[in-house]
C-alpha cells in the first residue's frame, strides 16, 4: 500500500495546501481506496475524482489532531481534515447536483499525507463552513 512506500505505482498523488506555510504539498490517494470508491457509485467515484482535489486545494478550512475515534483511520494516526463547500455534489448514477444544504465536505489526511476517508457532514449552525462539533473534534484550526 502507498502509505508504506509512498510507490507512486500504487497511488495517485494530488495538490493540496499546507496550512503551515500556505504552500503546495501532496496527498496521496491509493489505487485500491479508489476502486473501492468507485464500485459504490458513479457520484462516490466522481467525488474522489473532482471534489477530493478541489477541498484539498481550497479549503475553507484545515484542522489538525482529530480526537474523536470515529474520524481515525484504521492504519496510522489522524492529522488533518481539510473541509470546505464544493461547487457541486453528484447524484449516485454521477449526474452533478447543488452542494447539499447545510453540508461540508471533508477529506482526512493522515500523518503520512495518505487521504483515507471522505464525505458530506452536517455544518454548524454558527458558522457553516465548517463542520458540526468541530471544537470538539479537532485539536486546532490550521487554517
Request: proline share 6%.
Amino acid at each position: 500500500m502507498c502509505a508504506e512506500d509512498r510507490n507512486r505505482r500504487d497511488c495517485l498523488a494530488l495538490r493540496a495546501i499546507n496550512p503551515e506555510n500556505g504552500q503546495e504539498c501532496e496527498v496521496l490517494i491509493s489505487y485500491d481506496r479508489m476502486q473501492a470508491v468507485a464500485r459504490r457509485s458513479m457520484g462516490q467515484a466522481k467525488e474522489c475524482g473532482y471534489v477530493v482535489p478541489a477541498i484539498l486545494q481550497a479549503p475553507t478550512a484545515v484542522f489538525e489532531g482529530i480526537r474523536t475515534d470515529g474520524d481515525e483511520p484504521r492504519k496510522g494516526v489522524g492529522w488533518r481534515c481539510y473541509c470546505g463547500i464544493p461547487d457541486r455534489a453528484y447524484h449516485s448514477d454521477g449526474s452533478e447536483r447543488s452542494p447539499y444544504p447545510n453540508q461540508v465536505f471533508l477529506v482526512f489526511v493522515n500523518d503520512e499525507g495518505i487521504a483515507y476517508n471522505w464525505r458530506w457532514e452536517k455544518a454548524d449552525e454558527a458558522d457553516p463552513q465548517l463542520p458540526v462539533s468541530h471544537k470538539d473534534r479537532f485539536s486546532n484550526r490550521k487554517l
